[in-house]
């Protein structure tokens, strides 16, 4: 079943009844960690084990999921080297009434610091299943920035500085 989900703001990243953060540094800089997550959104699926396919379209992105979980989504922000966040729009998971990821990147002296924020709202079930799966949730999101480290080096974009 396709659901349509509540058209939320940016500052819902900061307001949700539920925010899952979850940090990493790694030593890619900025630019291509960037690049990875906004611009090369088809390769998703190379270091994120979770998307099954990922793909740009007007003014968003659709991603598949493992298990069949599907989200289109619109880009709320997309500020080079920095931010880049998106709404979930549509998706055929049960549970949520809104949800919101954004990707914090800060430079470090070693590379730079990516911060994963996903915020959502729901029903009660819906939030305590997100609250029991977050060990889950940070194991994903160290293998997905460790995988995207170790992909940006092999390319030689970990040291592009």
Known sequence: MVRRLRPVELDFVET???RLVFAAEVSAPADAVYRALAVETDAWPQWFTAVTRARATEGGR????????????????????????????????PGPHALLE???LTPTATGTRVQWTFAAAGGAP????????????GRAFRDAVGALDRRLAVSGRATDR
Request: no cysteine; glycine share 8%; aromatic share 12%.
């Open 62 to 93: 659709e991603v598949r999921l493992r298990g069949g979980t599907r989200f289109e989504e619109t880009v709320m922000a997309a500020e080079p080297d920095a931010r880049y966040a998106y709404r979930v729009d549509v998706t055929n998971a």
């Open 16 to 18: 949700a009844p539920l």
């Open 126 to 137: 819906f939030r305590l299943a997100l609250r029991l799966g977050r060990p889950g949730f």
């Open 102 to 104: 954004e990707w914090r």
